[in-house]
């Protein structure tokens, strides 16, 4: 008898922990094959890292990485299926990034926790950090807050949301503060300003050095449809299709349903001298058009290389009415494609003696050239007279 239970308890010790034990993963379950990527050096250099164990070729790709690389560059396989490749040393900034594996469309890196969602091909992003420092690098100061709002559109018949970012102090207080409502660019959403653009990073540290007013930032969506389909030419949905029915469809839901709960939810100054809209992209088009088109709310308008389809109202409204405005703001980087666009834009302007300022730096159409104009931008917010 004795031998016996010896014997079934052996069994028993055998068969638990084979119960107790998952399933092994597979192999692209498994977070074992996860290598370390991406990995900033000290010299400011980064290698990138992907298991793919059956791919035959995988190019790191995204505008901003493609831009400090001067082009789309193909990682190296190694052992046990992990293709790297290892940038030369880089500017100090942030960089989006993703992977192109055998040709497929771009991926985010599965090893990078920090990613940007966008409408389409999420984007892993990088920081790298050096001296100079960047206008968004975290600093330790006072901090701001970040609140998330959702609303049902009476305008668009769909549910959308807004970001907003209140300055440090404002909860404890009862002032009323000026707005900046702040658009995204195509293919991004109301918190890639937050994530990527770190808007209230930028807002800390300017206010934290006494460079600019205490304010409410005001992020919207700026598509119409949170998924793009490939009727819609982009646009979202079947239905607006051409931008520009696109960007009317906006602007009728961020004039009637966006600023008036803003509006009624957050402490905001009345009167143009404290209102100031900006955006990058088909944001900087978004917010030029409706600042243009509403004069009687914006006193500071500006685009950060932004489409330059706002011209024909400008000619419409001449340069007597256009110098009413605080402040008319366009920048754009010199090797970004749209560059010779918005210099015509400002060309025009300078022309026919519209007062404004034109900014070109160095750089494409990516977050450090936005990171940088932010920052050059907000300093000249309500401010008391005309600020050029």
Known sequence: ??????????????????????????????????????????????????????????LIVGPTIVAALKGTMAMT????????????????????????????????????????????????YVEVSGDPHTPRDYRAVAHGTLHIHFYDSKVLNEARGFVVYTPPGYESSKSHYPVLYLLHGSTQTEESWSKVGGAQIILDNLLADGKAK?????????????????????????????????????????MGEVIPLAEQKYRILKGTANHAILGLSMGGGQSMSAGLHHPEIFGYIGSFSGVSNYRTEMEKMGAATLNKYRMIWIGCGTEDSIYPANKAVSEWMTTNKVIHTFRSIPGAHVWPVWHKFLAETVPMLFASGVKK
């Not at 638990?16 to 998952?22: C, D, E, H, K, L």
């Not at 293709?83 to 599965?110: C, E, L, N, Q």
């Not at 005001?218 to 520009?244: D, E, N, T």
């Open 1 to 58: 008898m004795y031998h016996l239970r010896s014997a079934l308890c052996g069994l028993l010790l055998a068969i638990v922990p084979a119960i107790g034990q998952p399933p092994p993963a597979a192999s692209y379950d498994d977070p074992r094959n996860l290598p370390l990527s991406p990995e900033v050096h000290a010299d400011r250099s980064i290698t990138f890292r992907m298991y793919a164990p059956n791919a035959k070729e995988i």
């Open 77 to 124: 396989k190694g052992d046990k299926g992990v293709w790297s490749f290892t940038t030369p040393p880089i500017d100090a900034a942030i960089y989006s990034y993703g992977f192109a594996i055998d040709g497929a469309m771009r991926v985010p890196d599965p090893a990078n926790p920090n990613v940007e969602g966008r409408r389409w091909g999420h984007t892993s």
């Open 214 to 254: 205490p304010m409410v930032i005001v992020m919207p969506y700026g598509h119409i449809g949170r998924q793009m389909l490939p009727s819609s030419g982009g646009q979202g949905r079947p239905g607006p299709g051409p931008m520009a029915v696109a960007m009317s469809a906006f602007e009728k839901d961020f």
